[in-house]
């Protein structure tokens, strides 16, 4: 199947800094990539779609001031955490589809602690 | 708004014994549903995909079924080994794009 990169698999940043995230499609062009954040023991919620060349679209009760989403090329996606609190520590993760409501392939997902 | 629900949240088997995991969901207005498997600390890693109009897919020792007018999915697993041990998850993708997922069913596979 198609191949999803993400990078840092693992970080720790101090409370108030901030986080990149980025989010590749390695082998393929996605016009469309999809965040999600899971909890501990909690399923993946969807925190915003990530449209390439045009303003991602967040979900209800998602910041786009705190979570900024910048989808510049057909192959990159990236999530900057802003001014990050310990509430923010989560798995984040990422998805690209090939086209449209085809299959769904996932990154290898961000651990981020917030100290 | 879609709801997805995974039955049971945990099972633990011995090996080599069949299983079947479950996943239904509310609006039956669905483009598809895909299986997922995550391991601790990982990313998701797709299992099967099944388009709104097809009955079922096979990979392997997986067979998933889909009933789109009841609103229900069942992941088989024959012949379960340890390495099958994981959370599975069930999510389907809607009007709405994104993928809705479940909670999951975390799967141990005793020797």
């Known amino acids: 199947g198609a191949v999803v990169s993400q990078h840092p698999s693992r970080v720790i940043c101090k409370s108030g800094t901030s986080v990149k995230i980025e989010c590749r499609s390695l082998d393929f062009q996605a016009t469309t990539m999809f965040w999600y954040r899971q909890f501990p023991k909690q399923s993946l919620m969807l925190m915003a779609t990530s449209n390439e060349g045009s303003k991602a679209t967040y979900e209800q009760g998602v910041e786009k001031d705190k979570f900024l989403i910048n989808h510049a090329s057909l192959t990159l996606s990236t999530l900057t955490v802003t001014s990050a609190h310990p509430e923010d520590s989560s798995f984040y993760i990422c998805?690209?589809?090939?086209?449209?409501?085809?299959?769904?392939?996932f990154g290898q997902g961000t651990r981020l602690t917030v100290v | 708004k879609q709801e997805v629900t995974q039955i049971p949240a945990a099972l633990s088997v011995p090996e080599g014994e069949n299983l079947v995991l479950n996943c239904s969901f509310t609006d039956s207005a669905i483009y598809n549903l895909q299986w997922f498997r995550q391991d601790p600390g990982k990313g998701l890693t797709s299992l099967l995909l099944?388009?709104?109009?097809?009955r079922e897919q096979t990979s392997g020792r997986l067979n998933a079924s889909l009933d789109k007018s009841s609103g229900r999915s069942t992941l088989y697993i024959a012949a379960s080994q340890p390495g099958d041990s994981a959370t599975y998850l069930c999510?389907?993708?809607?009007?709405?794009?994104?993928?809705?997922f479940g909670k999951g069913t975390s799967l141990l596979v005793t020797p």
């Open positions: 999510a389907v993708k809607d009007s709405g794009y994104a993928l809705n």
């Open positions: 099944i388009q709104s109009s097809q």
């Open positions: 998805s690209a589809e090939i086209t449209v409501n085809t299959e769904a392939f």
